[in-house]
């Protein structure tokens, strides 16, 4: 245990410690006092000399505000010492502006070298720290141009004031002190300037009237004003200028101040001087010398993000039109980088929305993300963009194709009629005559060859042409705007064809053929030649009505038409039979649709007006037996044919694959009589008297299974009599034409005709009837029971409505004024009138609205919301017949045609009908209208009954079908006959074979 003592003195250690440990934690204390009071006295000290000096400062600055007396350099410098010293932005900007313009007025003062500050350069003891002043003094001036905004009038004031002392102290133009002997000081001078101007790069000048500039002009109407914008010009260019533009002052001029938004439009508009200094130093020239470089354009655009690359793109644009001699001598580097630029956008491009993309009002969907503060500036910039496309750059770049000739005929060619499926043999013969003197109208008719795809010329227009279609996949937003430019010059797509034709030892479509094939570069920009070919020329020819194609033969001869048509299939064909679309993606997919659609574009408006000859679409070495093998094989390449050009295939057996289609389908339902099984039989009733009500309550009910299947109908006569007879198809044959007929007639008003060839669409005022889309939702099944079983049906349809039930009009280039002579050809021909209206369209009262008399009332029809009180004028007449045609067709019978289709689809697979074009789906539903041949009738007939083809009867009949009766009649005759010797042989079967019913 331990001793007392021992204890003791354990506390008295321990006492000790604490002691020590207070006595330390005192000093600490004491010290940390006396630094804190060192640190306060010290603060208070400097506060109370800051307080000191800044009161010195502002006596300095009042005084000279009073201009009692001119203060001298010296003093000037050694008050701006002092302030810079405890300088401090947000509590000093007052006095910082006060001292600028005491300097700026120093140096305005008349015959007084001690008044100048910038005669401080001079002192040998003074000038190195007067340039570190007046460097420290102008970058002030750029850390408050930077956070003023020039919109607030007081902001804009302050940045007058600091853009003149940089404009003033990086030039030595304005300096007095340099007038008269003082000039020998003029080279040490401005190399001050330069060395001061070198400094503010260095920290970031360009950025700084960057930023500037776009406050100031990123808007729709510019808040600066002239004298600011030229000083901000004149500031951005003297760094570029004293450097003799090299390189790397090229670099930052060009990502800061370049790419403001639409700076040459307001330069234009506000400043034009200074466009004047731009192209005094051939600044283009140089600009395109530094960025045709790929790696220095690739470096430019990666500072950028896409959208300021297009502000730069629009700026050279706007540029170039200015000075066209300079993209006479620079195409070929203008082309290059231009296309460059829209690449490197064009990898930003998305086809869709998503997380990470981001909406822009020209590219669309962009996978950058979007200054959408340039959003005010974008009309701006996209009519910058649209030189690129404007005639005077397409003259330049195509200045090689337009200066060719094409060798016309003195003779106009002549143009065949506008008509109906009946009036067929007249065209033929104004085609043949039209294309026996075809050969002499231009030159460029056949491909020709000769002209080597290596040659300095080929690869220019190739050029030329890749930078366009690029432009049409990069700017999505306004691609309509790019065709329709490109399309403007009338002989510009004949002669970039005739130079097509040229291409290759063999002509254009080997030579094409053999590029599929090819994955070199050369052969990527001879596909994108006929790609930008194809987009533009089915553009045109979508935008043209029938008169500008037929008649006036705008842009293209109809003889040329039926040439380029030839390469088109042709070049369709062989990419799917050869395989290349199976597999094709990316470029080659789009080719593909390109080509294609200009050669369907050509095909439709060949079907509703012929231009080529017969048989022209057909392809001779393709045998329909052998495209049938393919087919039942799975073959993808005949699947393919028969999704985009069945119209290769004849017509006949295109409808033969019609009907195999149904039988296989209803073997595949169980439809079809087998020896083990009997299809489901439906049984429905009819009273004459009220045969479309009953079929209607009896047909519309049943499933889409049971409407293909059989259906027997018994009718009861008007004493409630079962009529005798056994349906064998014939009974309901009879139905299906007679409640077909019946539906059909315009007195019911479920359907209207045409004005002129009586034709039938679907009434805008069938609204009247109860439940009336149900009523064309079964008219829609029945028409497509008819189809379906292979029952003609005498319904002659509209044009334009026969192209709704085959889905045409959901085609981008489907035009409702194309259509609309199908209609109502008097309503077209006034229209087209509007559009070749030459004088003001608006003295003719209309507006944006169409009246119509419905049944005793007028009814005012909006076209677009508000459009009663809009006016037609010349800006949107075109609008206007678009929107008008489109209203007469779709518009008005949306509802109907809807429930029509719906009903004929359920029965009718629609990838069955897009086999046939409109004319030959008319062809399907009612029949061939050719004329009877008696010959091969009689060759074809079997005779029963005792009699034979030299029984006098028989002759008689013979004699009275060619002699006696019309066209018309003999038609009449054999649909009767086929329908009694069906009725007949059914009724024979039913007796022989009783158990089968």
Not at 464 to 489: A, E, F, K, N
Not at 627 to 632: G, H, I, N
Not at 780 to 798: C, Q, R, S, T
Request: net charge neutral.
């Amino acid at each position: 245990m331990f001793t007392v003592s021992q204890t003791s003195r354990a506390w008295f250690i321990d006492r000790a410690r604490q002691a020590r440990e207070e006595r330390l934690v005192q000093k600490e204390r004491e010290r940390a006092a006396v630094d804190i009071q060192a640190h306060v006295r010290s603060f208070l000290c400097r506060r109370r000399l800051q307080r000191e000096i800044r009161r010195e400062i502002d006596e300095f600055l009042k005084a000279d505000d009073s201009g009692s007396s001119k203060r001298s350099a010296l003093c000037i410098f050694k008050i701006a010492r002092k302030l810079l010293f405890l300088f401090r932005i947000k509590e000093d900007n007052e006095r910082f502006e006060k001292l600028c313009r005491c300097i700026l007025s120093s140096m305005e003062a008349e015959n007084e070298p001690k008044v100048w500050y910038v005669s401080l350069a001079l002192s040998k003891d003074l000038t190195l720290l007067w340039i570190k002043q007046i460097k420290d003094i102008l970058w002030y001036c750029c850390e408050f141009l930077k956070q003023l905004k020039p919109e607030i009038l007081q902001d804009s004031k302050l940045i007058t004031l600091y853009l003149t002392m940089l404009v003033t102290f990086t030039d030595t133009s304005t300096w007095k002190i340099l007038r008269g002997k003082g000039e020998s000081l003029r080279p040490a001078m401005n190399h001050i300037c330069a060395n001061i101007m070198g400094h503010l790069n260095q920290h970031g000048f360009y950025s700084v009237l960057q930023v500037l500039l776009t406050r100031g002009l990123a808007r729709p109407r510019p808040c600066l004003s002239k004298g600011t914008l030229t000083a901000a010009f004149s500031l951005a260019l003297r760094p570029v200028i004293a450097a003799q533009f090299s390189d790397n002052l090229l670099r930052p001029f060009l990502i800061h101040i370049v790419s403001v938004p639409a700076l040459v439009t307001h330069l234009s508009t506000v400043t034009p001087e200074r466009l004047t200094v731009l192209e005094s130093h051939d600044m283009l020239h140089k600009f395109i010398t530094f960025l045709r470089d790929e790696d220095r354009c690739r470096d430019v655009c990666e500072s950028l993000e896409g959208c300021h690359t297009l502000c730069l793109m629009g700026n050279l644009l706007h540029l170039g039109s200015l000075s066209p001699r300079v993209l006479e001598e620079e195409t070929d580097g203008f082309v290059s980088l231009l296309t460059q630029m829209l690449c490197y956008c064009q990898k930003y491009v998305s086809q869709k929305k998503s997380n990470l993309t981001h909406w822009h009002p020209v590219l669309g969907w962009f996978s950058q993300s979007v200054d959408y503060g340039l959003n005010e500036s974008m009309p701006l910039i996209t009519k910058q963009l649209q030189f690129l496309w404007g005639v005077p750059l397409i003259r330049i770049f195509f200045s090689d194709i337009l200066s060719k000739k094409l060798l016309e005929n003195p003779e106009p060619a002549h143009v065949p009629p506008a008509s109906s499926p009946q009036n067929v043999l007249p065209v033929k013969t104004l085609l043949k005559r039209a294309f026996q003197k075809s050969a002499s109208v231009r030159n460029i008719l056949r491909p020709v060859g000769g002209k080597r795809v290596d040659s300095a010329e080929v690869q220019k227009v190739c050029n030329i042409c890749v930078l366009y279609q690029t432009s049409l996949t990069t700017l999505t937003q306004i691609r309509l705007q790019i065709l329709t430019g490109l399309t403007y010059l009338d002989d510009l797509l004949p002669k970039l064809w005739a130079f097509i034709c040229e291409l290759g030892p063999h002509g254009g479509l080997k030579l094409f053929l053999e590029c599929l094939n090819n994955d070199t570069e050369e052969s990527k920009q001879l596909l994108a030649m006929l790609m930008l070919f194809c987009d533009c020329s089915r553009h045109l020819i979508t935008i043209l009505d029938d008169i500008e194609v037929y008649e006036e033969q705008i842009s293209f001869k109809l003889e040329e038409l039926v040439t380029i048509s030839s390469f088109l299939n042709s070049f369709v064909f062989k990419m799917i039979w050869d395989g290349i679309v199976e597999n094709a993606k990316g470029e080659t997919l789009e080719l593909f649709h390109s080509v294609h659609g200009w050669l369907m574009v050509l095909y439709e408006r060949d079907c509703r007006r012929r231009f080529a000859p017969e048989d022209h679409w057909l392809r001779k070495d393709l045998k329909p037996s052998v495209l049938f093998q393919e087919l039942d094989k799975d073959r993808k390449r005949a699947q393919l044919i028969l999704q985009y050009i069945p119209h290769v295939i004849p017509h006949k057996n295109r409808v033969l694959l019609f009907r195999n289609m149904v039988t296989k389908e209803k073997e595949k339902l169980g439809l079809v009589e087998t020896s083990s099984a009997s299809p489901h039989v439906t049984h429905i009733t009819i009273r004459r008297s009220r045969m479309l009500e009953d079929g209607y309550e009896q047909l519309r009910q049943l499933s889409q299974h049971a409407m293909k299947g059989v259906i027997r109908v018994k009718f009861v006569n008007d004493l409630g009599v079962d009529e005798a007879g056994i349906d064998q198809d014939g009974v309901f044959k009879e139905f299906l034409e007679e409640i077909i007929k019946r539906v059909f007639d315009p007195a019911l008003n479920l359907f209207k005709t045409t004005s002129g060839d009586e034709r039938l669409y679907p009434s805008p005022t069938s609204y009247i009837h109860e439940n009336y889309l149900q009523l064309f939702e079964f008219v829609g099944k029945m028409l497509g029971k008819a189809v379906y079983e292979g029952i003609v049906v005498d319904v002659p349809f509209a044009s334009f409505f026969l192209s709704q039930l085959l889905g045409h009009h959901h085609s981008i280039f489907y035009s409702s004024v194309d259509e609309l002579p199908s209609l109502d050809s008097e309503f077209y021909k006034n229209l087209t009138s509007i559009k070749r209206y030459d004088g003001d369209i608006a003295d003719l009262g209309l507006t944006l609205s169409y009246d119509e008399d419905v049944m005793g009332q007028l009814v005012c029809h909006e076209l677009i919301p508000g459009g009663k009180t809009i006016p037609v004028t010349n800006e949107n007449k075109i609008s206007y017949i678009h929107l008008m045609a489109h209203f007469r067709m779709h518009t008005q019978i949306k509802n109907q045609t809807a429930a029509l289709i719906s009903g004929f689809r359920s029965i009718i697979k629609p990838e069955w009908t897009r086999m046939f074009s409109t004319p030959e789906l008319q062809r399907l539903i009612s029949g061939d209208n050719a004329e009877i041949d008696l010959e091969d009738l009689k060759k074809h007939t079997v005779y029963y009954g005792g009699f034979h083809g030299s029984h006098r009867v028989i002759i008689w009949l013979w004699d009275i079908l060619a002699s006696d009766f019309t066209p018309d009649e003999r038609a009449m005759f054999l649909k009767v006959f086929n329908a009694l010797l069906v009725h007949v042989f059914m009724c024979k079967d039913a007796l022989i074979n009783p158990e089968s019913q």
